[in-house]
């Protein structure tokens, strides 16, 4: 989504002021980074649709990486088994689902560790695919 584009709806306009206000003390000292772009080992992969600018961060490299994926998922029992099942929480539902399945089928294709706030205890491990989704595989 745009910065400002006019389109947006009044939810986000919300959340841009809170973020704004909330950043602000930090403004000085962080270093924005782009979708890919390496910095000491961790790459942001952009994954809108939750929140405008949802990034999910790839931490490490070769098979010692893993996905921290923040809010990409929020039932996993539901969504990582049934991932074009949406949420209210997800400010655009859509692209929400379009960044999930992208991110899912990465992390599945490259075997990558998965770590997320709203995952099934203990919260780490591995997907596979299973069906039309995936199944979680703790660690």
Not at 15 to 35: C, F, G, Q, S
Not at 86 to 93: F, G, N, R, S
Request: aromatic share 8%.
């Amino acid at each position: 989504m745009a910065e400002n584009d006019g389109s947006e709806s009044d939810v986000v306009k919300r959340v841009r002021a809170r973020n704004k206000t909330n950043m602000k003390p930090y403004l000085e000292r962080i270093r924005r980074m782009h979708d890919g772009e390496e910095v000491l080992g961790c790459t942001p992969l952009l994954a809108p649709g939750h929140s405008p600018g949802h990034t999910c961060w790839r931490i490490g490299s070769g098979r010692d990486a893993f996905v921290a994926w923040g809010d990409l998922v929020h039932f996993s029992a539901i969504q990582i088994s049934h991932p074009n099942a949406a949420v209210k929480y997800d400010l655009d539902p859509d692209l929400a689902r379009r960044s999930r399945l992208r991110m899912l089928d990465m992390v599945a294709i490259e075997r990558l560790a998965v770590a997320g706030a709203h995952v099934t205890a203990p919260g780490f491990g591995y997907l596979k695919h299973k069906g039309s989704g995936y199944a979680f595989e703790p660690a």
